[in-house]
């Protein structure tokens, strides 16, 4: 009962660029939608979503597949961070979104430096291969401030180090391994690097905003995959992916395939 896990910050719409620019959304679309139909994993953790393009990622996904996440305004309007997940392998048990701020139940809150909210969509679901039932964490750190990034994962480890499931946490972290905000993020051993643990790499260690250009492995992995000790790491990598010879995004996809432990087991 292996589970295919995928963190992908898809790039939201950006009005009046160059017909030629590879950042054009209608240019995109096809590409993006082209890869998600053909990975299809189990549960998708996604950053920088409005909802066009929730629209196109449910469709290409397919029609078993099912969200929870609204945008990150005061008024639950604007770019996102939902969660998309098979509604015909996983069961969803319940699901909540905070500001990762000082004051987390207030929607559009910002005390950490942040110019615009941040947030946290969290789901728990019950897998109906082996019933395993585990927690899923996505989220989208700050691009500007790093006080704001060291808090938002001090504030993820707790919410994680607080409820016993097993846990993945997706996102786009906006830093690299060995910074502030990712050491505090893997404090303690409450979760772990999936790259660091998997048992096997399915391509380079590649930075994973290649901005629109070849990947290369001097580049920063920005985009995350972390788990809880419990969860094994069987495969992960990043997906290069072009539909079309169109690149989907300008970040990669990191994509796992981790094993959950039923209620009671112990990863081996």
């Known amino acids: 009962p292996d589970l295919h896990v995928m963190t992908f910050n898809v790039r939201r719409p950006i009005g009046r660029l160059p017909g030629r620019s590879p950042d054009v959304w209608e240019t995109r679309k096809p590409a993006l939608s082209a890869l998600l139909a053909a990975e ?7 950053q920088e979503v409005v909802p066009g393009q929730s629209s196109a990622i449910r469709t290409a996904l397919g029609r078993h597949y099912r969200t929870v996440g609204h945008g990150r305004g005061a008024d639950g309007r604007g770019e996102g961070c939902p969660i998309y997940y098979d ?44 019933s395993a039932r ?16 060291s808090r938002s994962a001090q504030q993820v480890r707790e919410l994680v180090a607080g409820e016993p499931l097993p846990t993945i946490v997706t ?45 290369r492995t001097e580049r920063k ?37 981790v094993r959950v432990p039923a209620a009671g087991e112990r990863s081996s």
């Open 87 to 130: 509604s015909s392998r996983l069961e969803l048990i319940d699901w909540s979104q905070t500001a990762l701020s000082d004051r987390p139940d207030e929607p559009g809150s910002t005390t950490w430096g942040n110019m615009v909210p941040r947030i946290l969509v969290s789901a728990t679901f019950r897998d109906r291969e082996g």
């Open 40 to 46: 299809r994993p189990a549960v998708l953790g996604t």
């Open 171 to 215: 996102g786009d972290l906006n830093t690299g391994e060995g910074s502030d905000p990712v050491v505090e993020l893997l404090a303690h051993g409450t979760l772990l690097d999936a790259w660091a643990v998997a048992r096997e790499h399915l391509s380079p260690e590649w930075g994973t905003y290649p901005n629109y250009r070849e990947p």
């Open 134 to 149: 585990f927690r899923f964490l996505n989220t989208h750190f700050d691009h500007i401030s790093r006080r704001s990034r």
């Open 221 to 257: 992995r920005i985009d995350w995959i972390a788990t809880t000790p419990s969860i094994e790491v069987v495969r992960i990598g990043m997906n290069d992916r072009r539909p079309l010879g169109v690149w989907p995004s300008d970040h990669l996809p990191v994509q796992a395939v």
